[in-house]
């Protein structure tokens, strides 16, 4: 199914790219983590400056 005559069939062959594809995602991932989503998020107002914590 995924490799005819000793070569891979075009659908072995996406597998193998699609399998390449997350090993570099990964390995990027490692050498330079990016921070969280949330972590680049900060709640801030219009002028750029934190606002102030609420008070309950």
Not at 6 to 32: C, N, V, W
Not at 39 to 44: H, I, K, M, Y
Request: glycine share 8%; proline share 12%; net charge positive.
């Amino acid at each position: 199914m995924f490799v005819r005559q000793g070569s891979p069939t075009p659908l072995g062959q996406a597998f193998a790219e699609y399998g390449r594809i997350d090993k570099t995602t990964h390995l990027l991932s490692m050498l330079d983590p990016m921070p969280s989503t949330t972590e680049q998020r900060r709640p801030c107002s219009p002028h750029g400056r934190l606002r102030p914590a609420s008070r309950r």
